[in-house]
């Protein structure tokens, strides 16, 4: 049976609010934000947006605080079932952008009415594996729902578009609004490239444009391509083409 230990719904706090437990709980968190928040997920920090919903598996690690602002969420502290710990494995301690995909505010509500009244546990058991499914199958569709590949394709878009910013992980799954770790795990399906390789890409392409259709110098190109260091852009450019920049220009001209 699925035991609600306690709950809050539509908890706020001000912008100085943050949680350490080192340690955990001996039950599982469930966690849906409605502002933005910041986590510590395996040593790094990740920026979430409202909408999101996290689960915290029993005696994990969580860390977070508000970001930009108060912090408002509705939260759990549940008991489950072996076989249900087992089959939500793939949702723990990773954060999951809900959007409006799945109405979990209206659940929330619908499962503090319940709790709050005696003779209810299995009405809370049942909303609760409800509003769960619904998650998984969002976890789960291709791409990690429609709203996610449509902003991975439009974030491609803008790196080939601007090969010169400083494209790190944490700035493009801020974009995304998942972890590092699981927005390039959604890169790579997405486009069958890693993310890094792709830009790698994008400047190189973007360079022999700059090669053949300007006069620059390969210095100069070098950093319209988002390279600190020519030599650095040079040995790249090679790696990728079989040809040094000057022997590419040399080459197509």
């Not at 790094?44 to 996290?54: A, C, G, Q, S």
């Not at 109405?103 to 609760?128: N, V």
Request: glycine letters at 6%; one cysteine or more.
């Amino acid at each position: 049976m699925i035991i609600i230990r306690r709950m809050g719904c539509g908890a706020e706090h001000d912008g100085n609010f943050e949680v350490n437990r080192p340690d955990g709980y001996d039950c599982c968190l469930l966690l849906f934000l409605k502002t933005k928040a910041k986590f510590i997920l395996d040593g790094r920090e990740v920026i979430t947006e409202p909408d999101t919903f996290i689960a915290f598996n029993k005696y994990s690690p969580h860390k977070y605080s508000a970001y930009e602002g108060k912090y408002i969420n509705h939260w759990l502290h549940i008991e489950f079932p072996d076989e249900i710990y087992s089959s939500m494995s793939a949702l723990f301690d990773r954060p999951v952008h809900i959007g409006s995909s799945v109405k979990i505010d209206e659940y929330i509500h619908l499962i503090s009415d319940a709790f709050c009244r005696t003779g209810t546990e299995k009405i809370c058991a049942c909303l609760i594996t409800a509003m769960l499914e619904e998650i998984m199958d969002v976890l789960n569709q291709p791409h990690m729902q429609s709203t996610h590949f449509s902003n991975l394709v439009a974030l491609r878009k803008d790196i080939y578009a601007h090969p010169e910013q400083d494209w790190t992980i944490r700035k493009m799954a801020g974009i995304i609004h998942v972890s590092e770790p699981y927005f390039q795990e959604l890169y790579k399906k997405a486009f069958e490239i890693s993310c890094g390789t792709d830009i790698i890409y994008s400047r190189i392409e973007s360079a022999k444009i700059l090669l053949t259709g300007t006069l620059l110098t390969a210095s100069e190109i070098a950093i319209k391509c988002g390279y600190n260091s020519s030599v650095h852009f040079s040995r790249q450019f090679k790696q990728i083409t079989g040809y040094s920049p000057v022997e590419y220009r040399r080459k197509m001209l």
